[in-house]
């Protein structure tokens, strides 16, 4: 089947030197190209959309909620703040 693709001149460049310093047709470096590329692919690096930030769990036993106020943890993450970008 015929397509058409905008390829950067570099990557055109190294499929045509790589095609004329293997006797070979671009079409087929191309095609061995693609192939290769999408059969190491995992599939689980497929983006689904989400930002693929990390899972963080709490190893510990839960707190009760009211363990701390509003005021008491936003108190402990000022602290935390200013001890994390103090000189």
Do not use: C, Y
């Not at 001149?9 to 006797?23: I, S, V, W, Y």
């Not at 899972?55 to 008491?72: F, K, Q, V, W, Y």
């Amino acid at each position: 089947m015929k397509t058409t693709l905008d390829l950067p001149d570099d990557l055109l460049r190294m499929a045509r030197m790589r095609a004329a310093r293997e006797d070979r047709t671009f079409k087929d470096v191309v095609t061995e190209a693609l192939r290769d590329g999408l059969a190491n692919r995992p599939e689980s690096s497929h983006r689904t959309g989400r930002a693929g930030f990390p899972l963080i769990t709490n190893r510990g036993p839960a707190l009760p909620p009211d363990a701390l106020s509003p005021d008491e943890l936003a108190g402990i993450l000022n602290d935390q703040d200013v001890q994390d970008h103090s000189w």
